[in-house]
């Protein structure tokens, strides 16, 4: 990590105190860094599943940041007296990253669900911000015979962000597999959040 951020352990998984404008002010530190940077938020089922994944539980340890995705995950901190300040909703924190980059000039690979969706996420984003830099796209279909173009594809695209939504654990141990090749300044790992966008699935309700 380029700095120290404050963490908590919930049932021995690390997870970083810290606000959505911190997690945005990293974002913008990770990306002028020149270095690739993986962020993870977990909710309590991959809280669970490092529990049995060691790789797992190494990758969310080694990420550049790892934020609270649910409330249960805010309670729990409370419970055990060390508080955590603020849900990092990944669906949230990815459109919200949308509008940063739309604002500095960030651009962005969509990587990912169906065509489909994927093309329907991308549509719904451009339509609310014009400006917005879509790198490239790719759905989340290939083989592992295709991941050395789907590498080639990103790392040509000179995007400043992957937002990956492929289910977990297979996207945070792809990231970390490949993080010297991909050649972006963040990868998100957004899981279902493109049919959200896309209107195929409704969010959660807040509480």
Do not use: H, W, Y
């Given at each position: 990590m380029m700095h120290e951020?404050?963490?908590?352990?919930?049932?021995?998984?690390?997870?970083?105190?810290?606000?959505?404008?911190?997690?945005?002010a990293c974002v913008d530190q990770f990306i002028t860094s020149g270095k690739t940077h993986?962020?993870?938020?977990?909710?309590?089922?991959?809280?669970?599943l490092t529990m049995k994944d060691q790789e797992l539980a190494r990758i969310v340890e080694d990420a550049s940041l790892v934020g609270a995705d649910g409330v249960p995950v805010i309670w729990s901190s409370r419970l055990l007296g060390d508080a955590l300040p603020e849900r990092i909703n990944g669906t949230d924190l990815m459109e919200i990253l949308v509008a940063r980059a739309a604002e500095k000039g960030y651009s962005i690979f969509f990587l990912g669900a169906r065509q489909k969706i994927l093309d329907k996420t991308i549509e719904t984003f451009l339509s609310e911000y014009p400006d917005l830099r879509v790198a490239g796209k790719r759905n989340g279909y290939f083989s592992d015979e295709?991941?050395?173009?789907?590498l080639q594809q990103i790392r040509e695209s000179e995007a400043d962000i992957l937002f990956i939504a492929i289910s977990s654990p297979f996207k945070e141990k792809w990231v970390n597999d490949n993080?010297?090749?991909l050649g972006v300044g963040v990868c998100h790992g957004v899981?279902?959040?493109?049919?959200?966008?896309?209107g195929l699935t409704r969010?959660?309700?807040v509480w």
């Open positions: 951020i404050p963490s908590t352990r919930v049932l021995g998984c690390r997870v970083d105190k810290v606000t959505m404008d911190d997690t945005l993986q962020i993870v938020v977990v909710n309590v089922a991959k809280i669970i295709d991941n050395d173009e789907v993080l010297d090749k899981g279902g959040s493109f049919d959200v966008i896309a969010r959660a309700p």
